[in-house]
Structures are given as C-alpha cells and as structure tokens.
C-alpha cells in the first residue's frame, strides 16, 4: 500500500529574494579572484582583514569556563540582571539622574535586531491607544534595510521614511528632517540612530539634535533610539551616547536599543538591551512586567553566553578599561582608513569632492557611487559594496586601499 | 522637569506658551498610563515565589529543569568537554547565517529523523536553528499564519503546555483542543481523542507531543499512535509535533522519536520543534531546531528562503555558543556515546524518583491509587491534585508547584521524596 501523503499543496510558499547585504558577502565568497575586496557586510575586520575577538573578551571567556559555579540554567525572562542594568549604564552614564530616579529598566534581548522587535511589539501594543496598527512609523532615508521589516512585522501597517540624506550634498538634509518632523502625525514613532548613521555615516550636531528634540516633545512624538555602534564611532562612549543622555535631560519617556555586536565584536552571541525609560518607578514596573508577555512567547529567555561576557566585563573595573581601550583601536584603525582613503583619492585628482569620507562617523560611508558605478565596482574591479553606494570602512586595510582608491577613480571617471 | 512631573505648579512664574504646554503635557500624560500590570508566568512565576520562600525545606517543582540528586543543577561532562574543545579552536565571532550553523542544524535533523531516513537523503527537509523550543514553536506559528492554505486553527491536546496558546494566538492562529487527558483514569483518553480528532475540519493544524507530554506525562503507546496517525490522515490535518523531551522520557532517542518517524513513513509532511533545553542540559543557551518536511528538495529551498524571511525582523541570526555545543556534541562520536549515556542516566533518576514517592505515598498510608505516577512518563507527573490541594501543599509545605497539579519529577530527590510524599498524602487524605 503506497502511503497517501498528506494534500500536495498545504503552503503556496513562492521563493524569497535573499537578503542583499548576505547574497553579497555570498558573492564575494565564490569569487576568485585574487584582489577581491569585501566593502559589504557590517563587521569588523583587522589590517589583516581578519576578525578580531577582543582580547578582553578572550579574558573574560577563560574566566568563565573555569568558573564552575556556573551553569546553563535559564536566565530569567527579561534576562541577566547584571548585564541588563550595567549596558542601561553604558548608555545613559553613570550618575544618570533618571537610573538614580528608579526609572530606568531593560530587556536583554537576541541583539539589537531583538531589542527593536521588543520595543516594536511593545508599542504596537500600547502605544497611542491598544494596539493602534495605524501610528506612523517613520525611518531615516535611508536607513537599516532592516527596520522596516521588524516594525511592520510587529503589526505596524505605516512604516514611512523621513527625510534624512542629502544626495546632492553628501551630508545631512536638516531641513528636510526638520520639516517631517512638523508635519508628522502627532504621536508619530521616529527610529533614530544614536551615533554613526547606518548606512550615511552622517550625524546631526549637537544643536542639531537640540532642535530636533524640541520639535519632538512639543509635537508628542516618541523616541526610539537605535545605537549600535556606542564606542565605535569616535572611540569614546560618552561622545557617542551624547544624543542619547540630552533626550533622556529633556524628560522624554523613550527606548534605546542596544547592540554590543560591534563594540564587544560579539556578533553570533547575540547581544542587546532594551533600555527603557520611564516616567516614574510605577510605570515602569508596569511596562517590564508586559515585556516578559511578549518575550515569553517570543523566546522564553535570552541567551547566556554573551550577556554573562558583557555583564562580567562591565562590571570590573580593569576589565572595563581594557574594553575601553579595545574599542578605541577599533574606531582609531577606521578613522585612519577614512583619512588615508580620502588623502588618496585626493592624490588621484579623482572627480568629485571627498570630503564626506572624513566628515562621516563608524563603520560605514556612504561613498555616493550610484548604482551603475556599483555595478562596475563589483563585476569589474571585484569589489564589493551595497548598491547604494554604501562602502564598510572596516573592509579597508593598508594592503588594499591602493586598489580600492585607483579602483574608485577609474569608476568614477569611466562610468557616469 | 522632574518637579513637574511629580505634580508641583509653578504658579508664580511667567510663562511662554509653549512651556506650559509642555509643562501641562509632562504634568499628566505618560504614554503609559493604561498599561495594566501583568500576571505573573504561571510556570516561571512559581520559581520566583520559590526563590522568596525562606522555609529550609521547601521544594521546586515548578518550572522543567533537570536537578540531579542533590537537587544542584547538572552541567552534563559531555557539554563540559564540548566547551574545552571550542575553546581549544579559538574561533571568531562573526555572525552566523539566518537559519543558523549548518553542522548543528544537519546533526539537529539527524537525531530526530534517523541518520538513514529517506527525508535526509531526498532533501526535503529544511531545518533551521532556533531560540530553543519556544522559538522554535513560534517561528512554526508564523510560518503557517502567513502560508499554510488550510484553516489557521491549531488544534492542542487538552492539556498542553501553558505557553502554546500565547504563542500561536500572537501569531495570528486560533486555538482549538482535543480530548487528551482522562483524569478518572490520569491516563490517557484515548477513545476522547479519535473522536475530537476525527471531527477536525480538514487542513487544520493538529499538535502532537512526540514524547514525555506535557504537562500530563501521558503518552500513547504506539498502537494508539498508529491509529492517531490514521485518523489524522483521513482528516488530512497538518501535524505539527513539539519533540522538547527526545532521550529524556524513555532514556532512549531512538525509542522516544519513533512517533516522529513513523508519522513520517506513513506520508504525513510534518512540522517540527526540538529543544535541546532539557536533554543536553543547555537551558540558558537557547539551543533548538524547526523543521519543516516538504514534498521535495526544491519546496524545501523556497520553505527555507520564506523561514529567513520570518526570522531576520525578530533576531536577525541566532547565538552561537549552544548550538556549536550541541553540533559538537552530537558530530563527535566519543561526545555522542558519553551524551547518551547521561541522557539515560537522567531519566532513569526520574524512574527511579517515581517508584520512591509511589512507595512514599503507601508507607504514609494514602488509600489512593498513585500508579499514574509510575506510569506516566518524563520529566513531569500530572499528579491528580486539585488546585485547592495544590495551595494547600505551597502554603503549608513550601513545595512549589503549577496549580494545574503538575510536578516536575527532576526537582524530586531521594533526599526530599519522604518528606514530598508526606505532604501530598496530608493534602489528600
């Protein structure tokens, strides 16, 4: 009797397109080629063009493998206490006047990626009524490809861009941002990107923000911060949590997401944090104990591993300072590719103004190639890069940025 | 700005416009102000009232967590020896792929299919890595609220682990049950279940649970499970099994994924979860696979592109340090010999832990029948008490467990069994 296998088409399940950032590094993997450059995915790479895992945190994995009072059991469902509110201190400073008020909490979450979809799924929920699908989500333009995604997957029906990145001028378009800003919805959702813009490398000053701020708490709209890369931006964590701690002064009730991927090098362990900040002890008290309802159905508890590396580390004070320093070289080794690059190119006489490869901040440029220079970049010259143009300084090292910057100006001089 | 959010008028000063709009505006809206306070987790809330408790002989037999005799948690020699390996090869940590590593995620499948299943070989099984069990089930729930055909009504069998509903209910699917448990008998209904199962309307979603059920313990003996998957057949339903228990029920993988794979061979294209939570030990590392069976290797590719798809907004990619635990467990033949020896190990202290409270119960007296106990199977007993009995047994005995009269057996010792079976026998006499 041949078995009757259950009905032939359950799933209408099309093919999906893969992720761009993945089908490239894929690419660039099968190449052959020997001078062959990854500019793509966001990850941090030696002058070797090695990864690094930080000495610190080879430190600190040693001392927890010898640690046999430690196990594998659950953690609890918002995660390591210690990890939770030392990364919330990371964030805020700390002598954070609103920690010292009780009105500071978090979510250990599967990185920043999870830290958004926390907050996403929070605020679709209870934000501006119970479960109101129709508040506008607004992202930069550009931003993460990802954010789009994780917002309309926790429900949101309008994710929107607001305007952000100045083509013509390579730089930020403040009035642009400034105006969505005011013509927003009221209670509008903005996903503000805390330091070192993904993918424009492009910051808003310090007084920019202050406007920007005004705006947002006169017209009720709620912050969400994005920071991923706190450290890595100008090698110190203070100056990159600026825009973070001046909302927080302003008495707004917000959330930060979190990522130590990059500035712990902890991409695979997943780590991240959901700073939120209420208004008062009560709230917040209120808000974490809705958060585990969502984590309990998402992922229980977060994972240990990391959490237990970056709790452990932030938490000593020698430990804490050799991270520090670990941090500094990584963002010292870029700004350096960002000056040679641009000093470079400048050699070259290539067409165009260069400017903006130091005036951008972290691990991404964007170089402002268009699509069809990208085009050339990659099947011509074996380069990889975004198509929008979005270049990872990290991919740079002294043995090939000869190459990328001769290969930049051919492109830009040949394809229009 | 604090002053005025804690409710203080600054009534002798001139203001802007603006600023008492603002002022007001911080005075009495917080965004959160109807946000109600939740439960607290049936399951892991009994921990946290556990950890409360200063009472020096209370007891834990709440959440699923494997406690060896001293009631200490157990960190298995092979995971330790699998640590030294990883740390000898001094590996990077760049992020993994979406659906995980593929050595954990090959081996993961392997285990509950069989090394020589035709599946494998034809490749039309996709399997991903995931957050443990949970997010396993719940990547299964949003895969088939965005593409399964049928009717997006999941049928559990009544009872079923607490935290199944949330997670199917936030993905959009419905909650349906079917008969299971007979608690006349703390058995196994069997008549109740062909008779709910065989009036599901067709192409909906029907959950099994490959092994050790839970919350009950309860398992149907393979002819029940041949007639199950008969009915099922008819019925043309999508069977979704939660495998969380493999090796921990019976001591045996193989025995304890027959369900899986004869379900398999009889032509059912399943969905499937697996946990490494308890068998391995790896709780907190969130180790876990979702399969799904497909007709063939090219519908398995587009399954896998969609699962990517649904994965990437909720994390992105999943954590490394269990699942190269497990995959190097499981690829390492030494490492598997020593991993099976311990899973057995694990669950006959359970059998063990079982006969000693029957036994318990009898020298105390009780003129119940506490056979269920023994028979039912895993890491859970559904013991048969009633809620009022179960406040009864927290209050006056600090033993800690869901009101649902569900024990979990690992939490038992032989230190503590007399004492757990003087306080169920002061409850139920």
Redesign the interface.
């Known amino acids: 009797i041949v078995?009757?296998?259950?009905?032939?088409?359950?799933?209408?399940?099309?093919?999906?397109?893969?992720?761009a950032v993945?089908k490239l590094s894929q690419d660039f993997s099968n190449d052959q080629f020997p001078q062959k450059v990854n500019l793509g995915?966001g990850?941090y790479r030696t002058d070797e063009g090695?990864?690094w895992?930080l000495p610190v945190?080879k430190k600190v994995?040693?001392i927890i493998?010898h640690d046999d009072r430690l196990?594998?059991?659950?953690?609890?469902?918002l995660g390591l206490p210690e990890f939770r509110s030392s990364a919330s201190k990371i964030a805020l400073g700390d002598d954070s006047?609103a920690i010292q008020?009780d009105r500071v909490g978090a979510v250990q979450?599967?990185?920043g990626?999870?830290a958004l979809?926390m907050g996403a799924e929070f605020l679709r929920r209870?934000?501006?009524g119970?479960n109101n699908t129709k508040t506008p989500v607004y992202v930069s333009a550009p931003t993460w490809e990802?954010h789009n995604?994780?917002f309309?997957?926790a429900g949101f029906d309008d994710v929107r861009p607001y305007k952000y990145w100045d083509a013509e001028n390579r730089g930020l378009d403040l009035a642009g941002f400034l105006g969505d800003l005011e013509s927003c919805p009221e209670h509008s959702i903005f996903v503000l990107h805390a330091c070192a813009h993904n993918p424009t490398g492009t910051d808003p000053t310090q007084e920019q923000w202050m406007q920007i701020a005004d705006i947002m708490?006169?017209r009720?709209l709620?912050v969400f911060f994005d920071s991923a890369y706190q450290g890595f931006a100008s090698g110190s964590l203070e100056k990159d949590a600026w825009a973070v701690r001046y909302f927080v002064s302003?008495?707004f009730?917000m959330f930060c997401a979190q990522s130590f991927?990059k500035n712990f090098?902890?991409?695979?362990?997943?780590v991240g944090n959901l700073t939120i900040v209420?208004?008062?002890a009560d709230?917040l008290?209120?808000?974490l104990?809705?958060m585990?309802?969502i984590v309990?159905?998402?992922?229980?508890?977060?994972?240990?591993?990391?959490a237990r590396i970056v709790a452990i580390t932030l938490n000593s004070p020698e430990l804490f300072s050799e991270w520090k320093d670990n941090v500094k070289t990584m963002a010292d080794r870029v700004l350096l590719m960002r000056a040679q690059l641009k000093a470079k190119l400048q050699a070259l006489g290539t067409p165009g103004t260069w400017d903006h490869i130091t005036e951008q901040i972290g691990m991404f440029s964007f170089t402002g190639l268009n699509s069809k220079q990208v085009e050339y970049m990659v099947k011509e010259k074996h380069i990889y890069l975004m198509a929008s143009g979005r270049i990872n300084m990290c991919g740079l090292t002294t043995k090939n940025i000869d190459y990328v910057a001769e290969s930049i100006h051919e492109t830009v001089t040949m394809v229009q | 700005?604090?002053d005025v959010?804690k409710g203080v008028i600054l009534s002798t000063v001139l203001c802007t416009d603006?600023l008492i709009?603002?002022l007001i505006?911080?005075l009495y809206s917080?965004?959160?102000?109807?946000?109600?306070?939740?439960p607290p987790?049936p399951i892991?809330g009994v921990t946290e009232a556990f950890k409360r408790d200063t009472n020096p002989k209370k007891m834990n037999l709440g959440?699923g967590?494997y406690r060896d005799d001293q009631g200490k948690?157990f960190?298995l020699s092979c995971?330790r020896k699998a640590?030294?390996i990883i740390?000898s090869k001094?590996l990077?940590?760049?992020?993994?792929?979406?659906g995980g590593l593929g050595e954990f995620s090959k081996a993961c499948a392997e285990l509950a299919l069989g090394a020589d299943s035709e599946v494998l070989k034809s490749g039309r099984n996709i399997t991903v890595q995931t957050?443990?069990?949970?997010?396993s089930l719940?990547i299964g729930a949003n895969f088939l609220s965005r593409?399964?055909?049928?009717p997006l009504d999941v049928y559990l069998p009544k009872p079923s682990w607490g935290?199944h509903t949330?997670?199917f209910r936030?993905a959009g699917m419905q909650l349906k049950a079917y008969r299971y448990y007979d608690p006349s008998t703390c058995g196994f209904d069997f008549k109740g279940a062909l008779d709910d199962i065989s009036k599901i309307p067709e192409?909906s979603v029907i959950m099994l649970h490959a092994c050790a059920h839970n919350p009950t313990g309860v398992d149907p003996r393979p002819e029940q499970w041949k007639e199950i998957s008969d009915i099922v057949?008819k019925r043309?339903?999508?069977?979704f099994f939660d495998m969380a228990y493999q090796g921990f029920a019976s001591g045996d993988i193989d025995r304890d994924a027959w369900a899986v794979r004869y379900f398999i061979?009889?032509?059912?294209?399943i969905v499937l979860s697996q946990s490494f939570?308890k068998n391995m030990?790896?709780?907190?590392?969130?180790v876990g696979g979702f399969t799904v069976v497909c007709?063939d290797a090219e519908?398995a590719?587009?399954?896998e592109?969609?699962l990517?798809?649904?994965i990437?907004?909720?994390?992105?990619?999943?954590?490394?340090?269990?699942a190269r635990i497990a995959a190097t467990i499981l690829n390492t033949p030494d490492l598997r010999s020593i991993w099976l020896g311990e899973v057995h190990g694990m669950a006959n202290r359970i059998i063990k832990m079982r006969e000693q409270l029957v036994a318990g119960l009898k020298k105390e007296g009780s003129s119940h029948n506490w056979q269920h106990v023994i028979d039912q199977i895993g890491m859970f007993c559904f013991t048969g008490l009633k809620p009022e009995q179960v406040e009864r047994l927290t209050k006056e005995f600090s033993v800690y467990m869901t009101k649902d009269g569900r024990i979990s057996m690992a939490g038992v010792t032989s230190g503590n069994v007399g004492y757990l079976a003087q306080g169920i026998h002061a409850v139920t006499k």
């Open positions: 078995p009757l296998a259950v009905s032939v088409n359950r799933f209408e399940v099309p093919q999906a397109a893969p992720v993945f995915v990850a090695q990864p895992v945190v994995e040693k493998v196990n594998h059991e659950y953690l609890p469902i006047p008020e979450c599967l990185g990626t999870g979809k209870f934000y501006n119970n990802n995604a994780v309309a997957n708490m006169r009720k709620f302003m008495g009730e991927s090098g902890l991409y695979n362990e997943r209420a208004q008062d709230n008290k209120r808000i104990s809705q585990e309802k309990r159905t998402t992922w229980s508890n977060p994972p240990s591993q990391g | 700005n604090n959010n603006e709009i603002h505006w911080c917080s965004w959160w102000g109807g946000v109600q306070m939740g987790d892991l959440v967590a948690p960190v995971v640590e030294a740390t001094q990077d940590k760049e992020y993994l792929p979406i957050i443990s069990g949970t997010g719940r593409f399964h055909g049928g935290n949330p997670i936030d192409q057949k043309n339903l999508l069977v061979e009889q032509g059912h294209n939570a030990g790896l709780y907190g590392e969130r007709n519908e590719k587009r399954v592109s969609q990517k798809i649904l990437r907004p909720i994390y992105s990619n999943p954590p490394m340090n269990g």
